[in-house]
Each structure stands twice: as C-alpha cells, then as structure tokens.
C-alpha cells in the first residue's frame, strides 16, 4: 500500500545480526488518528526481536517487537525515520521479517502497510 495512508520503507532488503536497519515511516492521511504502530516479527524466532536505537534524530532503547508513538510525540511530523538491528541469527540461511506499521483511532486500527526484509547468517 507505499503511497496510501501510511507507508513503510525499509533501506536494507537483507541484513546480519548486529546490523542497523534503517526505516521510514510516512504518514499521509489527514483524518483524526492517534497513535502509530511499528510491530516486528521475525520468522521462526519466538524470542527473538529487533530493538529500536534511533527515532527521527533521537537516540532510544527499546528492546521491543511492539513500538507505539503518540500523535502528539510526533509534533506535527509526518514522517518517522527509524533505526533498529536485531541479534537473531538464523537457524536456516536466512529468516524472513515482517514490519507492520498501523495507524490507530480510538483502539482500532484504520490503516497499515508492511515491508518485508531477510536477516541472514
């Protein structure tokens, strides 16, 4: 949906443990929205996550697959420039990940995109 309501761009198509991804998050709708999800799932890895560093500029530490901003966080932005790496090392040659990035009025979700990229060994 790149060029919808929101959308999600990832810089790196495949990356290794330990190294950043670089993401982009645009948000193009004008109607009443409150917050904005961005929820990681790497394939085969129940416990495994990737951890967010860096969120428009400003260092972060947040070691969770689930990062929720409010609208009123962002100050009028439009976009959300992320950077966030992993320590998953796959089992196999690679595994497959799923960004999601949802925007959310009143507990519900309205919108949502998804990127996909590959973490290999």
Same mark, same amino acid.
């Given at each position: $949906?790149?060029? +919808? ?14 190294? &950043? =991804?670089? %993401? ?29 560093? $860096?969120?428009? +500029? ?14 009123? &966080? =962002?100050? %009028? ?45």
């Amino acid at each position: $949906m790149a060029g +919808g309501e929101v959308s999600i761009s990832l810089q790196e198509k495949e990356l290794k443990a330990g190294q &950043e =991804l670089h %993401g982009r998050i645009a948000i193009n709708y004008i109607g009443r929205w409150d917050s904005v999800v961005i929820n990681s799932q790497i394939e085969n890895a129940t416990s495994d996550v990737f951890t967010y560093s $860096m969120l428009n +500029g400003k260092k972060v530490n947040y070691p969770y697959a689930r990062l929720s901003i409010f609208r009123t &966080e =962002l100050k %009028g932005a439009t976009t959300i420039d992320f950077v966030a790496s992993t320590k998953h090392v796959p089992q196999s040659e690679s595994s497959n990940v799923k960004f999601r990035v949802s925007l959310i009025q009143e507990h519900k979700e309205i919108f949502s995109d998804i990127a996909y990229i590959k973490v290999v060994k």
